[in-house]
């Protein structure tokens, strides 16, 4: 049976079931479509679940636009979607001058993407926030929007979220072919392309 829909996502992964759950909002037809016969099987099993807030990312990337944006939306998105986010803070630790300096740098990344609230800080400040930090650790860049989640419990309420507003989420389906139609990607064709994914009876 074909069926068409406006929008196929293909992998049900913490990002596909993100995308999965924004464009539920919109007059839209959406299928998710999953190699595996569950939720986040894939990359996102193995990821350690720490929500970066943005300081790594060279600024004026796109990287650096979307990972300090996707850290503060993580308040809003445990209170819609009702899954555990642990806003911790985070330390970087320097152990000489020449650390210094690269925490320095870390922070003006940080504050060139939005990150808030970075500061360096000294030894005494360091074992206040953490008891159990190394001794030697004479500086550290403090973030206090740094947090963590389970991915799982992420994929699937964000999943569970876009199937209730109208999304199809298919399973055990890999995706065997795309074909693009003429045209697609300007405005000479249609625009559409064509996708055929295998049942592999799980």
């Given at each position: 049976?074909t069926?068409?829909?406006?929008?196929?996502?293909?992998?049900?992964?913490?990002?596909?079931?993100?995308?999965?759950?924004?464009?539920?909002?919109?007059?839209?037809?959406?299928?998710?479509?999953?190699?595996?016969?569950?939720i986040?099987?894939?990359?996102?099993?193995?990821?350690?679940?720490?929500?970066?807030?943005?300081?790594?990312?060279?600024?004026?990337?796109?990287?650096?636009?979307?990972?300090?944006?996707?850290?503060?939306?993580?308040?809003?998105?445990?209170?819609?979607?009702?899954?555990?986010f642990?806003?911790?803070?985070?330390?970087?630790?320097?152990?000489?001058d020449?650390?210094?300096?690269?925490?320095?740098?870390?922070q003006?990344?940080?504050?060139?993407?939005?990150?808030?609230?970075?500061?360096?800080?000294?030894?005494?400040?360091?074992?206040?926030?953490?008891?159990?930090?190394?001794?030697?650790?004479?500086?550290?860049?403090w973030?206090?929007?740094?947090?963590?989640?389970?991915?799982?419990?992420?994929?699937?309420?964000?999943?569970?979220?876009?199937?209730?507003?109208g999304?199809?989420?298919?399973?055990?389906?890999?995706?065997?072919?795309?074909?693009?139609?003429?045209?697609?990607?300007d405005?000479?064709?249609?625009?559409?392309?064509?996708?055929?994914?295998?049942d592999?009876?799980?």
């Open positions: 049976m069926e068409t829909f406006d929008i196929a996502i293909v992998g049900a992964g913490i990002t596909g079931c993100a995308i999965a759950r924004q464009l539920a909002r919109y007059d839209l037809s959406i299928c998710v479509v999953e190699a595996a016969n569950d986040a099987l894939g990359a996102s099993k193995a990821n350690g679940g720490l929500v970066h807030a943005g300081y790594d990312p060279t600024p004026g990337t796109v990287k650096a636009q979307v990972n300090a944006r996707g850290c503060e939306l993580y308040g809003t998105w445990t209170q819609e979607l009702g899954f555990l642990c806003r911790t803070g985070s330390m970087v630790l320097g152990f000489s020449q650390d210094r300096a690269q925490l320095e740098q870390l003006s990344n940080g504050l060139a993407n939005g990150v808030p609230e970075l500061a360096i800080i000294g030894a005494e400040r360091i074992h206040e926030l953490e008891p159990r930090a190394s001794a030697q650790a004479t500086c550290a860049l973030c206090p929007s740094t947090g963590y989640v389970d991915p799982f419990e992420v994929a699937i309420a964000a999943m569970e979220n876009a199937v209730a507003n999304v199809t989420f298919v399973r055990s389906a890999p995706v065997e072919t795309i074909e693009v139609a003429p045209g697609a990607g405005r000479s064709g249609d625009g559409t392309a064509r996708f055929y994914a295998g592999t009876g799980r």
